[in-house]
């Protein structure tokens, strides 16, 4: 039942109660007036009797009864809400009445919920913040804040959850249990010297509507050149940010440029010629173009030409000075695309950790910066209740906030961001320390924490600070004294004073000595708590959901020692996700323009048939009555689109193919098969080492790193077979694909025909190249016939980067015995007589 009608009942009850009372009582004193025993003549009539009888013509009994209904009206009604209110209100202490809260304040204080960020435990009760409120932790380093905050909320926090984090330590103990209950799970690592990361490209979050376009730009160059409130800077910067909307609109609008931070750093190089020259050219060449450059770019750019040459210096050192970072090809990669959206993190579960190492934080701070600027940004454009899709909250867990500088969005946006359901989990060392950043935001910063985390103290200002803040109490003091007489015989006298003394609730040097397992929360409208830390590695709950993800400390009974878990967590990487490598050097060759190397068989392996890319060619996937369990004849059918998708060549053209391979070929005169090179630049030359000369068929067989260089008219072709058939030859070249795009590059290799399930699985070793014309060819013949060596020369690598040279290995060297040394002569000599001798 509704509480007001509860209490509206209550006082009609009362009311009632009270009005017979009255009655009563007023008889009873109307007899006491007249000096009248009042038992037990009187009753509930007795007054209402004698009103009726003396009222209109006994004034002095009127006055009595008068007298007496007012004072049982006052003994009933107003004496007990005196006394009431006096229970209620008590005396106002001198000095404060300062204490922890109780159990249940705890409880009134919503914080004994299941859900909602974790922030201590409570006589082993767990104390959570539900809603949409954001929570402070003020700790010294190594007081425990990860392993009681950050490591139980990745392991409890259900919605989507974004976490800087250094030394990567949260992602290896938590990224496995998160991913295992549905969790779409990222670690986005620019500076990994192990090049394991995802992709994020801060690109990727401007609008493709050309109306906002400009000014989303503008919000990502406002991370590398904010405005500060000093002139001189502004101005440098102002300029800069200008110059950064003009390079980054010419790239959206050339569709063969990368549209990267990476890539605005090159153009501002110049491109081997001074920067305003270059500028200079591409407004030239795309005015002449069908495709001209936007007015807004235009006008961004020929503000920065416009520039006086004397301030053309600075403008430019200060564009290039915060994206240096962008030169690190790691970095650079890191950056060439996105694994996930920012925007989707409200849409769907989502944990991505900002993974960096402490020492790369200097150079990291700005693209920080810009990651959290970009990720409130774009979540600030829909409320939740505008969009039913938006279901979910995001925990944004700022580890060592200070350390990455200020970001200027959280400081502006702090006031309103819980409403689109991005929560703040800010972790800082003491207020102090978030002052000397955050200077006059602070307050506004700190006031809007609805909760306050602290631990136990190192420094002396930050102890009484804390005491200041949990305040004082008032208690009695007595004092005692004593006097003594001058006069001769007369005593002394002793006397005892007591007083209103104030204390604080915990002094500064008993919050230095609390114990560490201890922390002390401050939420607004509540008493301050006094708590326990909830460490995850001595806590069964955690424990038990780091077990259901890894064999090894499921094996251990109870919990497990810190050495163990950490050989578990960071050697054996049993509780974290397998992370991509970064491909690095195939990202340097796509922004170089240069043929890019075959990928490994074993990548080729995991290759989804359908994310295959072939010009002119696409997989007709409804052939698969069931796509999980393909049938042969199915495969059959796939095989047969994919070779009927290769033009084949006349008999002639075949032959013409295989000239044009040997007519490029140089070599020394010494030795025909040594220092065979596919390139028109010397100094390229590799070497195709040929093994003991004795036997002319391993020297083929051996041939190694052969090297091409990125020069369109040197394509090479390799054709296995039977010399005499070369239409064979063509027809055997598996993997046939050239396709621009570097990220396409797959693995296509036929297997046996008489297993067409596996010729699908096999295709392998599919070689792109940046210019479609540049088909390259691989053949391979059947392994069964030694000759075939020749034919089995896989992994053609055309690179520029003799380090990334490929071998080419020949096939089964045990089967030389087949054939006949009268045949190896002719196929050795074959093969020499084409080469081109010095």
Not at 213 to 222: D, H, K, M, Q, T
Not at 452 to 478: C, H, W
Not at 729 to 741: F, G, K, P, R
Request: with cysteine; charged share 25%; hydrophobic share 40%.
């Amino acid at each position: 039942m509704n509480k007001k009608i509860l209490i509206l009942l209550l006082a009609i009850f009362l009311a009632v109660v009270g009005f017979f009372i009255t009655k009563y009582l007023a008889g009873v004193l109307y007899y006491l007036a007249n000096k009248t025993n009042p038992f037990p003549e009187v009753n509930l009539t007795t007054w209402g009797y004698y009103w009726d009888l003396y009222a209109h013509n006994v004034p002095a009994q009127k006055k009595k009864l008068q007298g007496a209904l007012i004072a049982a009206l006052f003994i009933t009604f107003v004496l007990p809400a005196l006394v009431i209110a006096s229970l209620f209100n008590k005396k106002q202490s001198l000095h404060g009445d300062a204490r922890f809260a109780t159990t249940k304040e705890i409880q009134k204080s919503g914080l004994m919920g299941n859900k909602g960020i974790l922030v201590g435990k409570y006589h082993n009760k767990y104390l959570m913040l539900g809603g949409q409120q954001f929570v402070l932790l003020a700790a010294p380093t190594r007081s425990g804040k990860g392993v009681a905050i950050v490591i139980p909320n990745l392991l409890n926090y259900s919605d989507s959850v974004v976490v800087l984090d250094l030394k990567l330590e949260n992602f290896l103990l938590t990224s496995k249990f998160r991913a295992k209950n549905g969790q779409k799970v990222y670690l986005f690592s620019p500076f990994s010297e192990d090049l394991k990361s995802h992709k994020w490209n801060p690109f990727d979050t401007v609008s493709h509507d050309e109306n906002f376009r400009v000014g989303e730009i503008l919000a990502i160059g406002r991370s590398f050149y904010p405005v500060t409130g000093d002139a001189k800077t502004d101005f440098w910067n102002d300029n800069a940010n200008n110059l950064f909307l003009g390079l980054a609109l010419y790239l959206f609008e050339t569709e063969d440029l990368p549209v990267t931070m990476g890539e605005v750093l090159r153009q501002s190089s110049g491109k081997g010629k001074p920067i305003q020259d270059h500028i200079r050219s591409i407004i030239d060449e795309r005015a002449q173009s069908d495709k001209p450059l936007s007015d807004t770019c235009l006008d961004a750019l020929n503000r920065f030409l416009s520039s006086p040459d004397n301030t053309l210096g600075n403008i430019i050192s200060t564009f290039t000075s915060p994206l240096t970072i962008f030169a690190n090809p790691i970095v650079d990669a890191a950056t060439s695309s996105s694994d996930f959206k920012l925007e989707d993190v409200r849409r769907q579960r989502m944990s991505i950790y900002f993974g960096v190492q402490p020492n790369r934080l200097g150079d990291a701070k700005n693209l920080i910066n810009l990651f959290y600027s970009l990720l409130i940004d774009v979540n600030l454009k829909t409320l939740p209740q505008q969009d039913s899709s938006l279901k979910y909250q995001c925990l944004v867990v700022n580890d060592e906030a200070t350390a990455v500088g200020k970001v200027a969005k959280i400081a502006d946006a702090n006031s309103f961001i819980a409403g689109y359901n991005i929560r703040l989990l800010t972790i800082i060392q003491s207020i102090g320390q978030l002052e000397d950043v955050y200077k006059t935001q602070t307050r506004g910063l700190v006031t809007n924490h609805a909760l306050q985390i602290v631990y136990p103290p190192r420094e002396q200002r930050d102890a009484n600070e804390y005491s200041e803040m949990l305040g004082y109490f008032t208690f009695k003091a007595k004092s005692k004294g004593q006097s003594r007489s001058m006069a001769w015989g007369q005593g002394g006298s002793n006397s005892e004073n007591e007083s209103d003394q104030r204390r604080a609730l915990m002094l500064p040097q008993e919050l230095k000595e609390l114990s560490q397992d201890k922390e002390i929360i401050f939420m607004e409208n509540t008493k301050p708590i006094m708590c326990e830390k909830a460490k995850y590695f001595n806590d069964s709950a955690f424990v038990d959901r780091l077990k259901s993800v890894s064999p090894s400390m499921k094996a251990i009974k109870g919990f497990p020692t810190h050495k163990q878990l950490e050989k578990i967590a960071f050697e054996d990487l049993e509780l974290s996700i397998p992370i991509p490598d970064l491909d690095v050097k195939l990202h340097k060759a796509k922004i170089e323009k240069r043929i890019t190397e075959i990928t490994t068989v074993e990548q080729a392996e995991q290759i989804d048939i359908s994310s295959l890319v072939i010009p002119e060619f696409k997989l007709d996937k409804t052939v698969f009555e069931d796509p999980e369990n393909p049938q042969p004849e199915e495969c059959l059918q796939v095989v047969d689109q994919f070779f009927g998708a290769v033009e084949w060549e006349e008999d002639t053209e075949a032959q013409n193919i295989v000239d044009d391979f040997f007519s490029q070929v140089e070599a020394s005169a010494e030795n025909p098969i040594e220092n065979l090179v596919a390139v028109d630049e010397p100094e390229q030359a590799e070497n195709l080492v040929a093994a003991d000369e004795s036997e002319p068929l391993a020297m083929i067989a051996e041939m190694e790193n052969l090297v091409a260089v990125d020069e369109p008219e040197q394509a090479e072709n390799l054709v296995a077979a039977d010399e005499s058939e070369p239409l064979a030859m063509i027809a055997e070249m598996e993997n046939l694909v050239a396709v621009d795009e570097p990220e396409q590059v797959e693995n296509l290799v036929a297997a046996d025909e008489s297993d067409p399930l596996a010729m699908i699985a096999e295709m392998e070793n599919l070689v792109a190249v940046d210019e479609p014309e540049q088909v390259e060819n691989l053949v391979a013949a059947d392994e069964s016939d030694p000759l075939a060596m020749i034919a089995e020369m896989e992994n053609l690598v055309a690179v520029d980067e003799p380090e990334q040279a490929e071998n080419l290995v020949a096939a089964d060297e045990g089967q030389n015995g087949s054939i006949e040394n009268s045949d190896i002569d002719d196929v050795y000599q074959a093969f020499s007589d084409q080469v081109n001798s010095k």
